[in-house]
């Protein structure tokens, strides 16, 4: 049995904005869906969040953090040979990167180079005994959190609206990291395919104000 107040803490210090992994910077292609305005209001921002935690990257990242978290060796290479395109692997290879750094300098852990993002988050949680859970559950709230800052500068939309979305996306956050807790890689797949091609189309973008 894991100390639990313990462990929010730490996940709550991992997942904060103020932990520089740089998360703000990426926009996991969202920037493009709004510039093409198939993200336009706080409705269609919820409705696009919630598909990638659904259907998309944000459940397979969950996947990826349980396997990371029970040791399979070999999920780090499937993990980035399943990006969907050359952006997606640099986001998940340079937060992996900035995530590592922090977790080595400042935790009890020891991290080798090289590690996504969601592989890199499961071993660090496996090496200090932080429940699998809520370790899942903050990695999607702090996912969804990023995306919904993304919509908040640039749809725009009000930081109030901002604040509904992420409410409104609880109970689906809280359903994923109690499921995907339990279940297998066997459970890998993907139909957020609009959310894919904007990340793929991301790379042309010129302006661009995010990363991703």
């Keep these: 049995m894991t100390d639990q107040y313990h462990d929010m803490m730490v996940l709550q210090a991992w997942f904060s904005p103020a932990f520089p992994t740089g998360a703000f910077s990426y926009s ?3 920037e493009t869906a709004i510039q093409e305005e198939r993200v336009h209001d706080a409705a269609s921002l919820k409705d696009w969040i919630a598909t990638i935690l659904d259907h998309g990257s944000g459940r397979n990242d969950a996947l990826f953090i349980k396997a990371a978290y029970d040791g399979d060796e070999a999920v780090n290479d499937l993990c980035l040979s399943l990006c969907s395109s050359r952006e997606r692997q640099q986001e ?5 990167q900035a995530f590592i750094r922090t977790v080595n300098a400042s935790y009890d852990v020891d991290l080798p180079d090289g590690l996504a993002y969601p592989v890199a988050v499961g071993q660090a949680a496996r090496q200090m005994g932080l429940d699998l859970e809520l370790t899942i559950q903050g990695y999607l709230q702090a996912f969804a959190a990023s995306l919904i800052s993304v919509g908040v500068r640039i749809i ?3 930081q109030q609206a901002g604040q509904d979305c992420l409410v409104a996306l609880t109970p689906t956050i809280r359903a ?5 807790s339990q279940a297998s890689l066997n459970e ?3 139909a957020a395919f ?3 091609l904007m990340a793929m189309k991301h790379e042309q973008s010129s302006p661009r104000i995010y990363r991703t």
Excluded: I, K, R, Y
């Design 188 to 190: 890998l797949g993907g």
């Design 176 to 180: 994923l990291a109690e499921g995907l």
């Design 28 to 30: 996991h292609g969202l």
């Design 92 to 96: 998940t290879v340079e937060l992996g």
């Design 156 to 158: 725009p939309v009000g």
């Design 194 to 196: 609009l959310s894919d």
